[in-house]
């Protein structure tokens, strides 16, 4: 695994640092046990009152001070069914914090030892938790463009046509001068389906750039559900006529984003599914928006495992 070296410093998580920090399967245990239950203590249901539970020995669990019930760090999240070692988990976790491209179960496979589908099986549950969920974009600028992945294509350039095969539709909108992205993948790029996510994602009385795509021209004049307008500042660049920047009229900056996966999914995943395409965007989507933090993005997928624990 080649960490990119232009990486600061401090912000630098290596290999060697990983396994300094969690040596063995009991270190990620006990790493998860102060993240869900600091300092061990937590509500015990047979004791019906909070308190401090010690660790186990040869198994995986802490027991109620008390009462001795015993509860596993690892309940509810998605390493629980999981005969995989814990540190293979925290090890895939650190890979797919670790690049900006994308990284292949094969390589997982190779490194740790796990077979294939196991490692297939890892990544897209950790990509499961990737998603952006209810995430805002607080202007005050935003790009919006759409864009299709996958399949083959007749022609390079241009929108789809006939003969194509089966491309997908996906819309992303990024927040200029180092903000976040959301994309999505959508039934097709159609003024009602542009709408609905822009409603929900873009801050009202943001300005809007997007291309001259004619699903974009109701983004000046949309309302909320009371009639009130949104107050979106809309211009637009004519690609048609071969003008991408105008001044600050652009959409570079989500153009960087869909290179960014497109040339991922094509070098480390060759193709992927309409079905799994919304869970890889969620995980480039997750790198993007935590550009700054180095490769210490392997803290953030953790956090996200203990906050999703059902
Ligand atoms: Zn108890």
Redesign the pocket.
């Given at each position: 695994m080649k960490v990119k070296q232009s990486i600061p410093k401090e912000l630098r998580f290596t290999v060697a640092q990983f396994y300094k920090k969690f040596p063995d399967d009991d270190a990620c245990l006990e790493y998860l046990k102060e993240k869900r239950y600091p300092g061990g203590i937590t509500h015990?249901e047979?004791?019906q009152h909070e308190?401090k539970h010690h660790r186990v020995s040869g198994r995986p669990a802490y027991s109620?001070d008390?009462?001795g019930?015993m509860i596993s760090p690892m309940a509810g999240t998605i390493f629980e069914h999981s005969s995989t070692p814990l540190q293979t988990w925290f090890y895939a976790m650190y890979l797919m914090g670790s690049t900006r491209c994308g990284i292949s179960a094969k390589q997982i496979q190779r490194e740790t030892g796990v077979t294939y589908k196991t490692a297939w099986r890892m990544f897209r549950q950790i990509r499961s938790l990737l998603s952006e969920g209810d995430m805002q974009l607080e202007g005050p600028t935003v790009e919006i463009d759409e864009t299709y992945v996958g399949g083959t294509r007749k022609y390079a350039k241009g929108r789809p046509m006939r003969g194509d095969k089966v491309k997908i539709p996906v819309i992303g909108i990024v927040q200029r001068n180092g903000g976040k992205v959301y994309a999505q993948v959508v039934p097709g790029i159609t003024a009602d389906e542009l709408t609905k996510v822009v409603k929900e994602r873009v801050t009202p009385g943001s300005t809007v750039y997007t291309d001259e795509y004619p699903s974009y021209d109701r983004i000046g004049t949309l309302t909320d559900s009371k009639g009130k307008p949104l107050a979106y500042r809309h211009r637009r660049i004519r690609h048609k006529d071969g003008v991408y920047v105008k001044g600050d009229i652009h959409t570079n900056t989500v153009e960087g984003f869909w290179a960014l996966v497109k040339n991922g999914i094509r070098g480390v995943y060759h193709q992927v599914s309409p079905e799994y395409l919304q869970s890889y965007l969620n995980e480039y989507a997750f790198r993007y928006n935590r550009r700054h933090e180095g490769n210490q993005q392997f803290n953030a997928i953790l956090e996200r495992v203990c906050e999703r624990a059902s």
């Open positions: 015990c047979k004791c308190r109620c008390h009462c019930k």
